[in-house]
């Protein structure tokens, strides 16, 4: 599905809502949230996926920082999870769901939530993920539009998951290759996420399905316009070669279609794939303040998160990413 798609089949649906909703379904941002009270507002989401990896344990962990990392994204802080469970053990045995789990638990202790039940089917494509409660100052939260003219553009992770990925399932990559994307996508967003607190942040999502384009497209909509410094979007080892030797998973292209018309200056060649690769558990992306940016730098250091700024929000070309 592209990002327009659930808003088309729930049009002519009325969607129940009440004034405590102050992020609903609407803006296609990270998760809801709901307030409680002038200081805490509820952060909610709920992600789950087919193994990207073949380790079980590491797909749990990947799942689980997958899932919460919807909360980080907007300024929240993990609390409770849920996991959610499809798996056949006649198919997969008893000793793949443990270890999927205990990934997904060592996951939710680093992050200092706790994980308070879940719910399982019988299913012959196995599925992990997790339903994951976190809070938020309701005056604090950060969605995903809201990003001014002159912001700097900050991302987190390197992409280039779903390229790895698809060569891991061809199991063409050496065991510390494929260590190598399985630590990137398996690493929080915590510390990211607090470094984008610290910098008085205005609009922030992270980078998932859709691609560095697709989420970027959702951060400007029709309402400012952002370059992108092609040549300083951080791409993990490997990618680009691999895709130049075809190994392009299908929601590039999807992505790539879907999100063409939204960008100025596009060529072809692996570097223009790559900013469409759909990420699993991928890095923050988030608007600064221009004149934050030496604070951006020295957080950085201080919390332990690698940063790289690679564009700038602009006031022309409205809803346009314009690739330089
Ligand atoms: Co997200």
């Known amino acids: 599905m592209g990002p327009g798609d659930l808003s088309d089949i729930l049009c002519g649906i009325e969607i129940p809502t009440d004034s405590s909703v102050l992020v609903g379904i609407e803006g296609f941002d990270d998760a809801g949230v709901y307030k409680l009270n002038e200081e805490i507002a509820l952060v909610q989401s709920i992600d789950f996926f087919t193994p990207v990896v073949n380790d079980p344990y590491w797909f749990g962990q990947i799942a689980a920082s997958n899932a919460m990392s919807d909360i980080y994204a907007m300024g929240g802080i993990p609390k409770?999870?849920?996991?959610i469970v499809c798996f056949s053990p006649k198919k997969f045995g008893l000793e793949v769901l443990k270890e999927?789990?205990?990934?997904?638990?060592?996951?939710i202790k680093?992050?200092?939530?706790?994980l308070i039940g879940g719910h399982s089917v019988d299913d012959e494509e196995m599925k992990y993920g997790l339903a994951v409660t976190g809070i938020v100052n309701p005056a604090k939260v950060i969605k995903n539009e809201g990003a001014r003219p002159g912001d700097l553009l900050v991302?987190?992770?390197?992409?280039g998951s779903g390229i790895l990925t698809t060569a891991i399932k061809a199991e063409i990559l050496k065991e510390e290759e494929v260590l190598y994307v399985i630590r990137i996508m398996a690493e929080l967003n915590d510390k990211a996420s607090r470094l984008m607190l610290s910098v008085g942040s205005h609009a922030a999502t992270d980078v998932t399905g859709f691609g560095l384009i697709g989420h970027l497209k959702e951060m400007i909509k029709e309402n400012i316009g952002v370059e992108l410094y092609v040549e300083k979007v951080p791409i993990m080892d490997g990618a680009l070669e691999l895709a130049k030797s075809?190994?392009?998973p299908g929601g590039l292209y999807r992505n790539r279609d879907y999100f063409k018309k939204d960008v100025?200056?596009?060529s072809q060649g692996p570097i223009y794939d790559l900013l469409f690769d759909p990420q699993t558990s991928g890095g923050l992306l988030f608007a600064v303040p221009e004149e934050r940016v030496d604070n951006l730098r020295e957080d950085s250091v201080k919390l332990g998160v690698k940063i790289w700024i690679i564009g700038k929000f602009t006031s022309e070309n409205r809803g346009k990413i314009a690739l330089l």
């Not at 999927?100 to 996951?107: A, M, N, S």
């Not at 680093?110 to 706790?114: G, L, Y």
């Not at 991302?155 to 992409?159: A, D, E, R, S, W």
């Open 264 to 266: 100025i200056n596009l």
């Open 110 to 114: 680093e992050a200092k939530a706790v």
């Open 80 to 83: 409770t999870a849920m996991n």
């Open 155 to 159: 991302l987190t992770k390197p992409i």
């Open 246 to 248: 075809g190994f392009i």
């Open 100 to 107: 999927i789990l205990r990934g997904g638990i060592e996951k």
